[in-house]
């Protein structure tokens, strides 16, 4: 297994439990077991994290955009303090019938990160638990780990495990960086 040099995350599901409404500020952002220390790993190994995140609670005017701004850099401030390294944060802040193309199942978010990390898709994988984080990376032409966390149970009945595009099938992200560092 080739270690890739990007690694996407899918926030909500994979980072983070989901919630039924959506995180207003960071006290609700409550991490997945083992989590936090598998963004650690990753940046202790070399590779570069990237969260890459639905956030229609902005264009849905649920929350404003400094509120998952301030979220993200408190994120990235903990990461910080325990030794990770940096971690870019690209998020479609639309509401979903607004059509715009940065709205993942849209590949436009992972073909930014791609062009800011100057990673080839081959060089990138994208971790997510839901269809329209596979179809994203699809069509961005980015491996994918789909883990079981979230929706990711759900998502497994609905992707083709046969599918070139699905890399792996792993418990939570945790498993997903032990795969990724075998």
């Excluded at 998952?68 to 325990?82: C, E, G, K, S």
């Excluded at 993942?104 to 800011?116: G, I, N």
């Excluded at 990711?152 to 495990?161: F, Q, R, V, Y």
Aim: glycine share 8%; aromatic share 8%; charged share 25%.
């Amino acid at each position: 297994m080739v270690v890739k040099r990007a690694v996407f995350l899918d926030r909500d599901g994979v980072v983070n439990k989901n919630r039924p409404d959506c995180i207003h500020n960071y006290h609700q952002f409550q991490f997945l077991p083992g989590a936090f220390d598998a963004i650690i790993r990753l940046c202790q190994n070399g590779l570069v994290p990237a969260l890459i995140t639905n956030q229609s609670c902005i264009g849905r005017g649920w929350v404003p955009e400094s509120r998952i701004r301030h979220i993200h850099a408190t994120l990235q401030q903990r990461l910080n303090q325990r030794g990770g390294g940096f971690m870019n944060v690209y998020y479609c802040p639309h509401n979903p019938k607004a059509g715009c193309r940065c709205r993942k199942p849209e590949a436009l978010m992972l073909r930014k990160a791609l062009s800011d990390y100057k990673a080839a898709p081959s060089e990138a994988v994208f971790v997510g638990d839901n269809v329209t984080d596979f179809l994203a990376a699809k069509n961005a032409r980015v491996p994918f780990i789909l883990v079981r966390t979230g929706y990711g149970e759900k998502s497994l009945k609905k992707i083709d495990p046969r599918d070139p595009g699905l890399l792996s099938v792993q418990e939570d992200l945790a498993g997903a960086v032990d795969f990724l560092l075998r």
